[in-house]
Nanobody, 124 residues
Framework: QVQLVESGGGLVQAGGSLRLSCAAA????????MGWFRQAPGKEREFVAF????????LYAGSVKGRFTTSRDNANNMVYLQMNSLKPDDTAVYYC?????????????????WGQGTQVTVSS
């Protein structure tokens, strides 16, 4: 079992920045690849970013590439999502998720463990 808790969400103006954090507890954190997803009202949950177990590989959705950066600190069981140049379309609940193993995963069904989510609201 892995427990995940997100933090760092809030209200920000368009063009601003936020840094989301995800704290993990339970099994060996470095055994898990991590993903970030988001869900806007009335929409399906969608992939945002992926990071490999050692942080050496990252992958981003086209809508956030160049604006968002994910990183992880395995010593402290943390994963981060730095979000810059935020747009109103980025408004959503953001979730971190964990999957055991090494495979790159961008689908929600591929992840076993999820946090409770943190709200990000971008005003125009």
């Amino acid at each position: 079992q892995v427990q995940l808790v997100e933090s760092g969400g809030g209200l920000v103006q368009a063009g601003g920045s936020l840094r989301l954090s995800c704290a993990a507890a339970g099994r060996t954190f470095s055994d898990y690849v991590m993903g970030w997803f988001r869900q806007a009202p009335g929409k399906e949950r969608e992939f945002v970013a992926f990071i490999s177990r050692n942080g050496g590989t990252t992958l981003y959705a086209g809508s956030v590439k160049g604006r968002f950066t994910t990183s992880r600190d395995n010593a402290n069981n943390m994963v981060y999502l730095q979000m810059n140049s935020l747009k109103p379309d980025d408004t959503a609940v953001y979730y971190c998720a964990a999957r055991a193993g090494a495979l790159i995963a961008t689908k929600t069904a591929s992840y076993n463990y999820w946090g409770q989510g943190t709200q990000v609201t971008v005003s125009s």
